[in-house]
């Protein structure tokens, strides 16, 4: 079991020698007991670092947020930057990396394991709890269990009640990359690979069925964009849906400012919503590594991990191919393989 | 005008609003927004968004046009319907929102589309006798889980009755139209009514410290390095100001859908001062191009420049941006601390 005291300590150390120039990690909010990302630059600031079930967010989001932020400054990185990974945050890393996005000596990558658990579902928790977020003072991992703390003091609760379903279903709970790592790797099933697709699957039945369920999710998006923002992958300087990345030039008239090709309209009308979310689930095809980021943000509560678990269940069965398992194999869309399962490409 | 309703004959009150157009809070897909209803259970926590979308759409279409090679382009305004429409279950904090919407849409300016969909429109709102979110902080910025401020109907929950107080004289009007289903009150239920206002009132909040110190000081504060700092984790989606009862900043897109001939509309959409392409120039130039700016005009909207204009704070505090943010910027504390750092030396 990982002592979040450790985390501290070396995040603390990290930053004293001068290693890196940052730590990407967790810290209390004001929101109850809920963890928030923040990013440290002093030793000193070390101490407000947890690690405890509230720390749902993919932290690799931020390291791209620093190259751009770098890019745009025309500032070169220097030091290598921290960054408190679990088993998801640094699948997302290796993707990023076999992208070339950085490369492995710009980042430090202080592994945290889920170990026998994972975080928990906010929702889950609430509803398990009875309670709301503002009264949940406290929470930690404890084995297979969270222990959290509300009004009426301590209680134990079965860690797979109340966990993420990405974590339930997750096959890699431990940073594999990593340049430390606290905590355990244990083997554990939880829940089966796409258990949640599957049902959902099962429950839709028939195609037509499935695409009016699909309609009905999409209608009611409200075009906010959390889902891109918040995806670590979604790194495209250009996204369609923007109108801030036409190139503007000194001689660019404004005939064809007006003019920008608009792929999906800003409206948040059934067609346009479907555009955007189709386009984004097929640009993530080989390269989500499941973090449920997106529908975890979600105000509408779409369930867009189906959307990306099913392109990844496609990479899997039709290409063997599981993303963010090593910087050392091409991604499944640079790559060709004589032994591809495949027959149509030969 | 107050009266009593029997809770299972609400949907019976409903039948008898002929002419209108009747919505409440209805839960799907793990989703409370209003619908159409013929009846209403009022059991609902804040929906996911509020009712601004009656008056303010999230996409409204000014006109469509229509161009034939060598004749000049037709334009055909649209109006909007302008059908009488009433909303069941408006949160207080929600309410508060329309009168906000109103100084912007119909005093400085007269916007005819909201002017439309807003003279037809009325709500018919819940009092919260428990606060439906642990983020609700309308206490702080001059409102109450009581208040009647933009409501037409003011509804208490007594259990198994309402009481129904009339707030403008199209609540009356909606009232009358029940006839014999409302009854006069009896003193038990006035006390009763009594009872649990003051208990909701009362009923500790969240809360913006020193409230009317906050225009000042967030004024004193424009160049605070905390804006940047308190910023730093957002991922500039549109979260807090798309599920904001008084956000309206908009954008204007033409949206062609045929090039022989040409033709297409012009709509306004939301837009969001978090996103980064907000307020980007046609040269590529943005004078919001932080994080940290970004968030202030967020903030200082609600809390300075509204303040300024029209003497009231924008945000009701119904923490819905507190509740939603992805990363936990929260509009209580970034208020707070700003203005708590403004307030030294």
Redesign the interface.
């Known amino acids: 079991m990982i002592n979040p005291q450790d985390l501290c300590t070396r995040a603390r150390d990290l930053l004293a020698s001068g290693e890196v120039r940052a730590v990407v990690g967790y810290r209390r ?4 007991m ?6 440290i630059t002093k030793p000193e600031e070390a101490a407000s670092l947890v690690w405890d079930p509230s720390c749902v ?1 993919n932290l690799a ?2 390291l791209v947020a620093d190259r751009k932020r770098l890019a745009h400054l025309h500032q070169t990185p220097g030091k290598p930057i921290a960054i408190v990974a679990k088993g998801c945050d640094a699948r997302a890393l290796v993707v990023l990396m076999q992208e070339n996005y950085f490369k492995r000596e710009e980042v430090y990558i202080l592994g945290v394991s889920c170990e026998s658990t994972g975080v928990w579902d906010d929702q889950k928790l609430m509803q398990r709890l009875g309670c ?4 949940l003072t406290g929470g930690r991992f404890d084995g297979d269990d969270f222990v959290v703390t509300t009004a009426t003091g301590e209680q134990r609760i079965s860690a797979p009640e109340c966990m993420a379903d990405r974590c339930l279903e997750c096959r890699h709970p431990f940073p594999t990359m990593n340049n430390v790592v606290l905590g355990e790797e244990k083997a554990r099933t939880l829940a089966a690979p796409f258990a949640a697709l599957s049902r959902f699957e099962e429950a839709t039945g028939t195609q037509p069925a499935r695409w009016a369920f699909w309609q ?2 999409f209608e ?1 998006c ?5 889902c ?3 995806c670590p992958m979604c790194y495209c300087e250009e996204c369609i849906v ?3 990345t036409f190139t ?1 030039a000194l001689d660019t008239t ?1 005939a064809e ?2 003019n920008r090709v ?1 792929w999906i ?5 059934r067609s346009e919503n479907i555009g955007y979310h189709m386009t984004r689930a097929l640009h993530l095809a080989g390269r989500c590594i499941d973090c449920g ?1 997106c529908e ?2 979600c ?3 779409i369930p867009l991990r189906l959307l990306n678990n099913k392109l990844e269940k496609e990479s899997r069965e039709k290409f063997g191919y599981e993303p963010g398992v090593s910087i050392e194999i091409a991604s499944l869309v640079s790559s060709f393989r004589d032994d591809d399962p495949n027959d149509f490409i030969r | 005008m107050e009266r009593m309703l029997a809770k299972e004959q609400i949907g019976d009150w409903i039948r008898t609003l002929r002419g209108w157009e009747v919505f409440g809070p209805v839960l799907q897909d793990g989703v409370w927004s209003y619908q159409p209803a013929d009846t209403v259970q009022l059991d609902h926590p804040n929906t996911a968004q509020p009712p601004k979308g009656f008056a303010f759409p999230q996409r409204e279409v000014f006109f469509t046009f229509e161009q034939i090679k060598g004749e000049p382009p037709r334009l055909t305004p649209v109006a909007p319907k302008g059908g009488q429409q009433v909303v069941f279950g408006v949160r207080p904090c929600d309410a508060r929102g329309l009168p906000r919407m109103d100084r912007v849409f119909t005093e400085t300016f007269d916007d005819v589309y909201y002017r439309t969909r807003r003279g037809s429109l009325a709500y018919v709102g819940l009092a919260c006798n428990q606060p439906p979110s642990p983020h609700c902080f309308c206490k702080s910025v001059g409102g109450s889980p009581v208040s009647t401020e933009g409501l037409d109907v003011l509804m208490t929950d007594l259990g198994d009755r309402y009481l129904v107080a009339a707030v403008t004289a199209t609540g009356e009007k909606l009232m009358q139209a029940a006839g014999d289903l409302l009854t006069e009150p009896t003193g038990v239920d006035r006390s009763e009514a009594g009872r649990l206002r003051l208990a909701a009132i009362t009923h500790p909040q969240r809360a913006v410290n020193d409230v009317a110190s906050v225009p000042p000081r967030l004024k004193k504060g424009f160049d605070s390095s905390l804006w940047e700092d308190l910023a730093r984790p957002c991922i500039s989606c549109g979260i807090c100001t798309f599920l904001c009862p008084t956000c309206h900043c908009f954008d204007i897109n033409d949206e062609t859908n045929g090039s022989t001939p040409l033709k297409g509309s012009r709509v306004r959409t939301w837009d969001s001062c978090q996103f980064p392409d907000f307020t980007m120039h046609s040269s590529g130039h943005n004078p919001r191009e932080t994080l940290g700016s970004r968030l202030r005009q967020r903030v200082c909207h609600k809390f300075q420049y509204f303040h300024e204009n029209f003497g009231m704070f924008q945000c009701v505090g119904c923490g819905r941006c507190v509740a939603g943010c992805p990363v936990g910027i929260d509009i209580i504390a970034v208020v707070n601390q700003v203005a708590a750092s403004a307030g030294e030396g």
């Open positions: 909010g004001s929101r109850g809920a963890a928030e990302p923040v990013v967010h989001l931020y709301d977020s503002q009264s009905r999710q009611r409200i075009r906010c964009f959390a891109r923002s918040v923007d109108s801030i503007v404004a400012k007006a608009r309209q800003r409206s948040a009308t980021e975890r943000v105000p509408v509560h």
